[in-house]
């Protein structure tokens, strides 16, 4: 399946003007030495220099990096209507499967999803430039730049039309299939990088709707940080950040505190990053904030390898114990709350996710979770089609034929007419 990305069309264009900028403007004798393939230059059409007996070499040309403000104005100055014929051609060489799968495919009117699609397309494409000319913009302070990202990916996700809340496409959408729990005093709230915001093999995301009272941030977001910052101050509820600090409390332990604090409600904050990204965003939480570890046997009880294993690549030793997000929190509120169905059903759940992201990625199922599909609305449709088809040469037949009768019965009374008047002049 092909992904359409409002970057691909953009992407011929500034590749032509660099290369020109390149060509016109080598390389001073001054500079660093290049690495042999960056000093290679194409040679000329028509010419091989190749040694006689080899191989003609193929030249490989690479697409620029658009690196100075002339480039970015003309990305930005680009021309829409160009950009939107060419998302056009895209969806006109779709299948149905892959039209169903992005939601775009309305049996009624097949046409109707794909202007609702480029309607939505243009809007994304139009704050995607404002975004990029703030970014380009030195007055801008980076934290604003900070906040119009964040804005952007929270509105847009990483693909267009994809659901909200597991950000899947729309014809794989898990949020209906979901088993969803209540927990008795703990409250779980993911605060999720820009980076995660929007991925399909992300875990996090579908703790919202099967784990009642979650909250999904987006980290540097304006709006969910304020929010945080509201949940961190809460005075009814003892606040941990899930960190595998040396200094970390047990789950134990801060299940003590709480209990002497606020009557042992508890807020538990997932960060949901990479391991980098993720040691970043602890540094946005205040000096003092309880932080709270998982015992060693707790992680991945029965299993050695992370359940999202198939969905996402990690580098280094499988079997080092890495987790996901919500197995993270499915271990934690195990030691919280001591439920065994919770966190059973979590794993479960995860385990939907997977099987779904890997049939958006065109790939096999792992875990056998996925519903057998319904009838194809695309057979309904060819069949009233064909109907249609049947019904409109029946009536261009009939009116031939009346057409037919219509002219042979003029023709017999265009006949009959000499003879009566031969008749007629028979007998005067």
Known sequence: ??????????????????????AANPVPADQPRQPRHAQQEPAPEGVDQSTPGQRPQRVVRRPSRVASEEDIDELLSGDESELMDRLASQLQGLSFKQQEMYGIWNPEDPEAGRRTFLEQWRQRHADRRAMVAGLADPAVPPQERMALRASYIHRWRKILFSCPTCWLLPGLCVCGRLQRFATQHTKVVIHAHHGEWGSASNSGAILGPCLEGTEVLLYNYPDHDTRLRELLADPTRTTALLWPGADSLLPSELSAIARERTGGCVTVVA????????????????????TVKLPAESTLKENKLSLLRPVRRYRGDLESGRVSTVEAVASLLLELEGDEALYR????????????????????????????????????????????????????AEAAGDGVEAAAAAAAEAGAAPSTAQAAGGSV
């Open 271 to 290: 960060l949901d990053a990479t391991w980098s990204n993720a040691r970043r965003m602890q540094g946005w939480f205040p000096r003092g904030t309880l």
């Open 1 to 22: 399946m092909s992904t359409i990305t409002d970057t691909a069309a953009s992407a011929a264009a500034v590749t032509t003007a660099v290369s020109a900028a390149d």
């Open 345 to 396: 059903g979590l794993l479960d759940n995860l385990k939907i996710k997977v099987d779904a992201c890997r049939l958006q990625k065109n790939r096999t199922l792992v875990y056998d979770t996925q519903e057998p599909q319904g009838p194809s609305n695309r057979s309904k449709w060819r069949e009233r089609q064909a109907q249609a088809r049947a019904a409109a040469e029946a009536g261009a």
